[in-house]
C-alpha cells in the first residue's frame, strides 16, 4: 500500500504543477527510476500502474529485464558503456544517455546490426557539473546535427540532470536553458525530433513541469530511500 499511496501523492504533484504551467497533465509521462529495487517490488508498482522503468546500470537491468512482465518499457537513464551497447540494444524504447560521438557511432552500428532504430535523447551537462556527465550547452547543437546522419539512430529530444539543492527554484535556470535549447533546434531544422525533454527527478520535478519537461525521472518519491 506505501507503493501505492506513494504513486498518487506523486501523480497529484504531476497534475498540480501541469496546471500552474497551463499545462495537460497527460502530456508529462513518468519514468519509475528502479535502482536498487527488487523485482518483487517493481511488479508492485507496476499492478498500480506503472508502465515506464527506468534503469540507471546495464547490469542491473539485465537482471530484472526477464524477471517482469513482458510490455514493459524500459529506458535506460544512466551512463552508457560503448562495450555494452549491444546488450541493450532492442531491449529497451528509449536511451535518455547520449552524450559522445563514439556512443552515437556505436549504437549506430549495434542498431543496424539487429535491423531496427534506436531511439535516444540527448544528453547535456546545462549546469557544467564535473562529476556529470554530458555535452556542454555550446556542443550540443552541433554535435546532434552530425549524429542525425547516423543510420539507425533517432534523435528524440534532450535530457538533463540538474545539480543537487534543496531548493528546487535553484535549478529553475537549468531547466529553462534546456527548454530553449530545444526550442533552436527545432528552429534549424536540421532533423531531429524535440519530442521528449526528459528534465526533473523526485527533487525537483514540479519545477522542470513548470519548464518544459514531458519525462520525469522518479525514483524515490516512488520507493523510498533505498
Known amino acids: 500500500m506505501i507503493i501505492r499511496h506513494n504513486l498518487d501523492q506523486v501523480q497529484e504533484r504531476i497534475y498540480d504543477a501541469a496546471h500552474r504551467a497551463s499545462r495537460l497533465p497527460e502530456e508529462i509521462k513518468m519514468v519509475a527510476v528502479t535502482k536498487n529495487v527488487s523485482s ?3 511488479k508492485e508498482a507496476i499492478d498500480w500502474g506503472v ?5 540507471n546500470r546495464v547490469q542491473e537491468f539485465l537482471q530484472k529485464y526477464p524477471e517482469l512482465p513482458t510490455g514493459t518499457e524500459w529506458h535506460l537513464i544512466g551512463h552508457l558503456q560503448t562495450n555494452k551497447v549491444k546488450k541493450v540494444i532492442g531491449k529497451v524504447a528509449l536511451i535518455h544517455s547520449l552524450d559522445r560521438w563514439s556512443l552515437a557511432e556505436e ?10 532504430v534506436a531511439r535516444v535523447l540527448v544528453q547535456v551537462n546545462v549546469a557544467g557539473e564535473e562529476t556529470k556527465h554530458g555535452l556542454s ?3 550540443a547543437e552541433d554535435f546532434i546535427a552530425s549524429t542525425v546522419r547516423l543510420p539507425g539512430l533517432d534523435v528524440r529530444g534532450l535530457m538533463t540532470i540538474a545539480p543537487w ?3 528546487p527554484e535553484e535549478v529553475r535556470p537549468v531547466f529553462r536553458q534546456l527548454k530553449e535549447l530545444a526550442r533552436r533546434i527545432e528552429s534549424s531544422r536540421i532533423g531531429a525530433t524535440m519530442e ?5 527527478m523526485s527533487g525537483d520535478f514540479e519545477v522542470a513541469i513548470e519548464e518544459g519537461a514531458n ?9 523510498g530511500e533505498k
Open 51 to 55: 508502465s515506464r522503468l527506468g534503469e
Open 215 to 223: 519525462l520525469v525521472r522518479i525514483g524515490t518519491a516512488i520507493f
Open 165 to 167: 539543492t534543496k531548493n
Open 107 to 116: 549504437i549506430s552500428r549495434a542498431a543496424m546490426k539487429n535491423d531496427i
Open 40 to 42: 518483487e517490488i517493481i
Open 196 to 200: 521528449y525533454l526528459s528534465m526533473g
Open 137 to 139: 550547452l555550446a556542443e
